[in-house]
């Protein structure tokens, strides 16, 4: 077992910046690929950003790219969504998720396990 827990979520301007934590607990956090997501009200949750166990590999959705950064931190189990240039679109819940593959993932049945999520709120 796997426990996620986000944090750094918050009201934000556009264009301003917020940096989200996921911090694992429970198994060797190396052993797992990362990814996060996100869900607006009324849509589906979307991928958002996935990396590799070792960290070297990264994947981000188009709608993010340029702007939102993806990294780990084995020596304190966390992972982290650095996000710039907000847009009010960007406004959802942020999930978390592992998964037991090493490699990168980009669709939620590929993870298995999961964070209660932080809120993004970007205000225009």
């Known amino acids: 077992q796997v426990q996620l827990v986000e944090s750094g979520g918050g009201l934000v301007q556009a264009g301003g910046s917020l940096r989200l934590s996921c911090a694992a607990s429970?198994?060797?956090?190396?052993?797992?690929?990362m990814g996060w997501f996100r869900q607006a009200p009324g849509k589906e949750r979307e991928f958002v950003a996935t990396?590799?166990?070792?960290?070297?590999?990264?994947s981000y959705a188009d709608p993010v790219k340029g702007r939102f950064t993806i990294s780990r931190d084995s020596a304190k189990n966390t992972m982290y969504l650095q996000m710039n240039s907000l847009k009010p679109e960007d406004t959802a819940v942020y999930y978390c998720?592992?998964?037991?593959?090493?490699?990168?993932?980009?669709?939620?049945?590929?993870?298995?396990?999961w964070g209660q999520g932080t809120q993004v709120t970007v205000s225009s």
């Open positions: 998720a592992a998964s037991k593959g090493l490699l990168i993932r980009l669709w939620p049945y590929e993870y298995d396990y």
């Open positions: 429970g198994r060797t956090f190396s052993n797992y690929a």
């Open positions: 990396i590799g166990w070792s960290g070297g590999r990264t």
